[in-house]
């Protein structure tokens, strides 16, 4: 249970223990008045005990991450958890049921009624539909809150991916070309920066192709400054084969140790680059020195390992970058190239990203597109992404005076998390529908009640109740169906998506380039949903309520 904090997660197990050792006295209480009920409690109490043990264990198991295999011991461990602490949390939510109902009966007449009907013994029809009544809105509101976490889940993963893998806002020109004086810029940026803890690095980027000896592809080469980049971008943590330092250091490449990791396979196993022949005395010299003479120094790249993929290279190996801004010469403009070492491969997690950056030294970055002493644009980041409206005053009074564009994360994927919020309201809508099916059950629920307990309704008129009176209890009875559904269904929810949070459902990173289920529970999404589907509910109680108010005593007991 690593997930949760020490005071959090003792807390919960003190929960977990209290609730179980009561379900046990609860069996024990109830085996002479009916021994399989004892049995279902003790088997309650024992899933409380063993989902303990099991989530204890699978917090101590290794994540599996990235190509590696899954372990089917550990799935196994994993999905016990997960299995026994949703069905521990609905047998906990059985139990308590009789105790809410108990209350509810002590409180007033109506309340006191509606919940007797509710635990009354019912004719055999009437029992179904009750029941299918309580699972089909427990089933809607499992499937919305599920469906709410999962998508939030993916939502939130492709927004940490964005923010960690690219710049909070965004100072370039208003043209291409770059812009000069970027210095002063810089400096004036990270004074302004400096109170609220933002950090800013200079950019150079432009498009170009790479191209190795067996494959070509485009690529977003990044001329970035070593020293800088890792506060702005998580480029340093995402180094999957190689080393940043290689960048900087473009000689070691030449002679990388034998145990070095130049790349891995489709299942994530190590390619190691082993003995260097050069190096071996078996082999003709003639042969030994035209190898030193063709392992000249580079200027070092890094790349996505996508790109890597579409280029057939590994680290230490040649790639050459081709560059659309070219020179004038006898046949035309011809486009400049440059030979390059790949230093690093690294994984961001983001398909798109992986497939087509690129980032080698600022300074080789302008010399390859010919920008002199320009730069493209400043790259800032931000403490709290979520708070860049209130930061970026700041960087336009800077921009303002120097004629540049500022542009923040916002503003630039405003399309896509657009399209996923609005997705999010109309799966809640569509999901919501199906909430509105489930109640047409407790309407046919209620309508076979006022049939059936006709004569009751006339003794209660009878003896002075009136009809506001009965329609609350008929309302009430047919809210508290709905409750049972809703409590059900969005604790089955919870249980099940705070386990897929904590315990992980494997994914093939080769398919879905994610290695496990992204889950978000979301306290104010299971609020909404369990307030959407009492409300439904509660609509659909007012016409057989209405139509139990209406019944007089004479036509109750006409037949009696």
Not at 80 to 92: K, M, N, P, R
Not at 247 to 263: C, F, M, N
Not at 357 to 375: C, T
């Amino acid at each position: 249970m690593a997930p949760l904090p020490k005071p959090l997660y003792i807390a919960f197990v003190a929960v977990v223990l209290l609730v179980s050792a009561l379900l046990v006295l609860r069996g024990i209480r109830r085996m002479r008045q009916s021994l399989p009920r004892a049995i279902f409690w003790w088997f309650g109490g024992l899933l409380g005990g063993g989902f303990l043990l099991l989530s204890s264990m699978a917090s101590r198991l290794p994540v599996p991450r990235g190509s590696a295999p899954p372990v089917l011991r550990h799935e196994l461990i994993r999905g016990g958890a997960l299995v026994s602490g949703t069905v521990f949390l609905l047998i906990a939510l059985a139990a308590l049921l009789p105790v809410i109902l108990d209350a509810l009966e002590r409180r007033s007449f109506t309340s006191y009624v509606g919940a007797r009907h509710v635990r009354a013994t019912k004719s055999g029809f009437l029992t179904v539909i009750s029941v299918l009544s309580m699972a089909g809105v427990g089933v809607s509101s499992c499937a919305l809150c599920s469906v709410t976490s999962i998508m939030g889940g993916f939502g939130a993963d492709l927004k940490r991916k964005i923010l960690n893998n690219n710049a909070h806002i965004v100072v370039e020109a208003p043209r291409s070309g770059g812009f000069e004086d970027w210095e002063e810029r810089l400096t004036e940026l990270r004074v302004a920066l400096g109170p609220v803890g933002g950090a800013a690095t200079p950019i150079v980027a432009g498009d170009a192709m790479g191209s190795s000896s067996s494959n070509t592809a485009g690529a977003l080469v990044r001329g970035i400054d070593p020293e800088t980049i890792g506060q702005v971008i998580d480029l340093k943590n995402n180094i999957e084969v190689g080393r940043f330092e290689y960048l900087t250091e473009p000689e070691r490449l030449v002679d990388l140790p034998a145990d070095e990791v130049i790349g891995r396979g489709p299942g994530g196993e190590p390619y190691f680059k082993g003995p260097d022949v050069r190096f071996n005395n078996d082999v003709d010299p003639t042969v030994k020195e035209f190898l030193r003479k063709q392992a000249r120094v580079y200027p070092s790249v890094i790349i996505g390992r996508e790109l890597a993929k579409s280029l057939h290279v590994l680290v230490g190996e040649e790639v050459t970058l081709l560059s659309p801004i070219g020179e004038l010469g006898p046949t035309g403009v011809m486009p400049k190239s440059r030979k390059f070492r790949v230093a690093a491969i690294f994984y961001s997690g983001m398909y798109d990203y992986d497939a087509t950056h690129a980032y080698v030294l600022m300074g080789e970055a302008q010399k390859f597109f010919s920008l002199g002493e320009k730069i493209s644009r400043i790259d800032i980041h931000v403490p709290d992404p979520e708070r860049v409206a209130e930061i970026r005053p700041l960087v336009d009074k800077v921009a303002e005076s120097s004629g540049l564009v500022v542009r923040d994360w916002v503003e630039m994927n405003r399309n896509l998390f657009s399209a996923l919020k609005l997705e999010k309201v109309a799966t809640f809508v569509i999901l919501s529908i199906a909430i509105a099916v489930a109640s047409f059950c407790i309407v046919c629920t209620l309508l076979l009640m006022v049939t059936e307990k006709g004569k009751e309704i006339a003794i209660l008129k009878a003896l002075g109740a009136s009809d506001g009176a009965v329609m609350r209890i008929f309302m009430l009875e047919g809210v508290i169906i709905g409750a049972i559904g809703t409590i059900f269904g969005v604790g089955t929810a919870l249980a099940t998506c705070l386990g897929l949070s904590w315990f992980g459902v494997r994914l093939d990173p080769n398919v879905y380039y994610i290695d496990r289920l992204p889950v978000n529970v979301n306290g104010v999404d299971y609020a909404l949903v369990a307030l959407a589907a009492l409300v439904i509910c509660t609509v659909a109680t007012i016409y057989p309520a209405r139509a139990a108010s209406r019944l007089s005593p004479v036509d109750g007991l006409r037949y009696e």
